[in-house]
Nanobody, 120 residues
Framework: QVQLVESGGDLVQAGGSLRLSCVAS????????MGWYRQAPGKQRELVAT???????NYADSVKGRFTISKNNAWNTVYLQMNSLKPDDTAVYYC??????????????WGQGTRVTVSS
């Protein structure tokens, strides 16, 4: 079992910045990928950004150029730097850790979420 603890969510004005952090209870190198997802009220959870064990990064089109995912392996921490925030970025942001065992078998761990609210 692994615990993921997010922090950094806050209320911010449009155009502002926030940095989210996710600390894992064990080495993040034990996972194939780490990521950030978000869920806005009344909407499904969606991918925001992922980073693999080899540091390959992937972003949702809606955040490209504004958000940056990074990690510190020694600190078992994953970050999401969010710049030029928009009201549409308002959501609960969840940290994810993924282990891939085969093409069909994966295991996902989730944090409890941190709330980001962007005012216009």
């Amino acid at each position: 079992q692994v615990q993921l603890v997010e922090s950094g969510g806050d209320l911010v004005q449009a155009g502002g910045s926030l940095r989210l952090s996710c600390v894992a209870s064990r080495s993040i190198l034990s996972f194939n990928a780490m990521g950030w997802y978000r869920q806005a009220p009344g909407k499904q959870r969606e991918l925001v950004a992922t980073i693999t064990i080899g540091d390959s990064k992937n972003y949702a089109d809606s955040v490209k150029g504004r958000f940056t995912i990074s990690k510190n392996n020694a600190w078992n921490t994953v970050y999401l730097q969010m710049n030029s925030l928009k009201p549409d970025d308002t959501a609960v942001y969840y940290c994810n850790a993924k282990s891939v065992y085969s093409d069909y078998v994966t295991e996902d761990y989730w944090g409890q979420g941190t709330r980001v609210t962007v005012s216009s």
